[in-house]
T-cell receptor
Framework: KNEVEQSPQNLTAQEGEFITINCSYS?????LHWLQQHPGGGIVSLFM???GKKKHGRLIATINIQEKHSSLHITASHPRDSAVYIC?????????FGAGTRLTVKP | DVKVTQSSRYLVKRTGEKVFLECVQD?????MFWYRQDPGLGLRLIYF???????EKGDIPEGYSVSREKKERFSLILESASTNQTSMYLC??????????????FGPGTRLTVL
């Protein structure tokens, strides 16, 4: 079993839909990251969380440390949100990555 | 803007060939990383370097070596390529003391196919 599990693996949505991607982890962490990987490979960091909730534009990330779970939400989804979203956890200079969720938003 | 470039976007090699993947960053970052990314497994760290001529093994170093002769350049070497090394290879860099992902800048990736 992977230390970082994401669900769903693949997600197709219609433009405008509310999207939720989930991440569960089994190790102790000091921070959790959500990354976005566009077609072609480039990866950018969206959020770093150690508690609570963060919001940036239409993106919201939450984390529940007790439950070892984080969610990434996208409101009013748009085709340009189509990408692979990766959850990663960090502790003591050690990083573990989820396998990613491939999101396709159709117009 | 930080720029991390990788020498090739796509590469096709034959089993047994020696393969060099080059990564260059232009922001004077101390740390550089090589990952491979496979479907269902996510990103896995192969090697990282925190200074010139310094290197440390990541989670899956077997079958790979690295070279960091200059601060801006970090090379990944497959001494004898095998089909199970077919993957997407991603390079990243970050400033000193910054293993955190929010300060890592990724290159565009090299998709390597070993036939």
């Amino acid at each position: 079993k992977n230390e970082v599990e994401q669900s769903p693996q693949n997600l197709t949505a219609q433009e405008g839909e509310f999207i939720t991607i989930n991440c569960s982890y089994s190790v102790g962490i000091s921070a959790l990251h959500w990354l976005q990987q566009h077609p072609g490979g480039g990866i950018v960091s969206l959020f770093m969380l150690s508690s609570g909730k963060k919001k940036h534009g239409r993106l919201i990330a939450t984390i529940n440390i007790q439950e070892k779970h984080s969610s990434l939400h996208i409101t009013a989804s748009h085709p340009r949100d189509s990408a692979v979203y990766i959850c990663a956890v960090y502790n003591n200079n050690d990083m573990r990555f989820g396998a990613g969720t491939r999101l396709t938003v159709k117009p | 803007d930080v720029k991390v470039t990788q020498s090739s976007r796509y590469l096709v090699k034959r089993t047994g060939e020696k393969v060099f993947l080059e990564c260059v960053q232009d922001m004077d970052h101390e740390n550089m990383f090589w990952y491979r990314q496979d479907p269902g497994l996510g990103l896995r760290l192969i090697y990282f370097s925190y200074d010139v001529k310094m290197k440390e093994k990541g989670d899956i170093p077997e079958g790979y070596s690295v070279s960091r002769e200059k601060k801006e350049r970090f090379s990944l070497i497959l001494e004898s390529a095998s089909t199970n090394q077919t993957s997407m290879y991603l390079c990243a860099s970050s400033t000193s003391g910054a293993h955190r992902l929010d300060t890592q800048y990724f290159g565009p990736g090299t998709r390597l196919t070993v036939l």
